[in-house]
């Protein structure tokens, strides 16, 4: 890209640019991608382990039916 194309304002756009910085970014984008998604991941885990443990709790008390059984 010459002096003229960026007077004419033909420069492109930053994030078509291929440079060092574009592909850091990438990386800590994809990064911040993956952990979001394994946090997301342990959220569901902990969620389903505190149901299961309120369920197991129940058991030898008057809320233990053949439904809380099945459940578990």
Avoid: C, W
């Avoid at 440079?19 to 959220?43: C, E, M, P, T, W």
């Avoid at 008390?61 to 809380?68: A, F, H, I, V, Y």
């Amino acid at each position: 890209m010459s002096f003229q194309d960026l007077e004419a304002g033909y420069a492109k756009p930053p994030h078509l640019l291929n440079n060092h910085y574009n592909s850091s970014s990438r990386q800590l984008q994809d990064k911040g991608d993956a952990s979001q998604s394994v946090a997301a991941g342990i959220f569901k885990i902990r969620t389903a382990i505190l149901g299961f443990d309120r369920l197991v709790n129940s058991l030898g008390t008057p809320k233990d039916t053949p439904e809380l059984r099945d459940k578990l």
